[in-house]
């Protein structure tokens, strides 16, 4: 009986075969990348074109946030440049209006010397 269990032990290690069942993980792997290379390269082409997809989607997403509050504060900015030339004009108009009473009404501004103070 030995030395049948011994020529089968035998047989199976010239057959490249050990005494030991193989491993899972090594029959899984030549399995997939020895006998199906193919499929085993387009899945990770897909799952890498997956993850490039999410990041183009997250840098749009943030680009276009940033955006929108660039032109929140362009508008803001508008708003407060049309406010100042506003306050430019009501400052030109005070001038003008003290260049033409001195010009058209003889009007003078008033000094320390030219000043007359009325009593009733």
Do not use: C
């Amino acid at each position: 009986m030995k030395d049948k269990k011994s020529k089968a032990r035998a047989k199976r290690t010239k057959n490249g075969q050990s005494g030991t069942t193989p491993s899972l993980i090594k029959v899984l792997f030549v399995d997939v990348f020895a006998k199906h290379w193919l499929v085993a390269l387009l899945s990770t082409l897909v799952v890498f074109s997956a993850m490039y997809q999410a990041k183009t989607s997250h840098d749009t997403r943030r680009a276009v946030a940033e955006s929108q509050k660039l032109r929140e504060t362009q508008q803001k900015l508008e708003i407060d440049g049309q406010s100042l030339r506003l306050e430019i004009t009501s400052l030109t108009e005070a001038d003008r209006i003290s260049s033409l009473a001195k010009k058209q009404l003889d009007m003078i501004e008033v000094t320390t010397n030219n000043e007359k103070i009325i009593t009733l």
